[in-house]
């Protein structure tokens, strides 16, 4: 069975501070790995994606992810939030999207 | 504009009803995805669509049902509505079910 942990459910931090939201993932196979964001009122977005090479992922708007084998791990992370990236964000795995229940980030001004 | 179109936005139903919502995918994709996203809640995962078929499933009841046409577009059905079918439905598409998903902004279903 496949599943996908996302640890922080609500993380708040201030206007130029770094972010890194927690993925963990168990699948035995070969992993596919994504970050969605789902800002207010609007549809899931894409943020990046892993299917091979680099582990080291970047994605739209500054965004990041590291891809870590050994501990079954995908976290998404950005060097400095701003206001409008405050948002839910998914971490789903495989192409039949398995996802995480969300991290919510909001981000003062 | 998200792409893939879902209809209607908003609907709402008496326990015990039936449902069918509606998704038209992104053009050049032909697969389609149907989600659950409960209030608060990640999308669950329904089931999935491509040639026609029911490719993969969640533990979702037999009460949930699809189709898929031969323009990919997709229905979800709901038979035996229970209060706690209350979600947001997403329908996702893709081209043959890989690489990354574009979602539809959903359909809020109440169940009163």
């Known amino acids: 069975a496949q599943s996908v942990s996302q640890h922080n459910h609500h993380v708040i931090l201030s206007e130029a501070a770094s972010l890194e939201l927690g993925c963990n993932y168990s699948?035995?196979?070969?992993?596919?790995l994504f970050w969605y964001v789902q800002y207010p009122g609007q549809h899931l977005q894409l943020l990046l994606k892993?299917?091979?090479?680099?582990?080291l992922v970047k994605g739209i708007k500054g965004f990041e992810a590291e891809f870590i084998k050994s501990k079954f791990s995908f976290n998404l992370r950005k060097p400095s939030v701003q206001w409008s990236d405050t948002a839910e964000y998914f971490c789903?795995?495989?192409?039949?999207?398995?996802f995480g229940a969300g991290t919510r980030l909001t981000v003062k001004p | 504009d998200a792409g893939v179109t879902q209809s209607p936005t908003h609907l709402i139903k008496t326990r015990g009803q039936q449902v069918t919502l509606r998704c038209s995918p992104k053009?050049?994709?032909?697969?389609v995805s149907w989600y659950q996203q409960a209030l608060g809640q990640g999308p669950q995962f329904i089931f999935q669509?491509?040639?026609?078929?029911?490719?993969q499933r969640g533990n979702f009841p037999d009460r949930f049902s699809g189709h898929q046409f031969p323009n990919y577009s997709s229905e979800l059905n709901v038979n035996a509505l229970l209060l706690g079918d209350s979600a947001l439905y997403l329908c996702?598409?893709?081209?043959?079910?890989?690489?990354?998903?574009?979602f539809g902004s959903g359909t809020r279903l109440t169940v009163v």
């Open positions: 669509y491509y040639e026609e078929e029911e490719r």
């Open positions: 053009s050049g994709h032909d697969t």
């Open positions: 699948y035995g196979g070969t992993v596919n």
């Open positions: 789903a795995i495989n192409n039949d999207m398995r």
């Open positions: 892993y299917f091979s090479g680099d582990p």
């Open positions: 996702a598409s893709s081209y043959r079910g890989g690489r990354g998903y574009t």
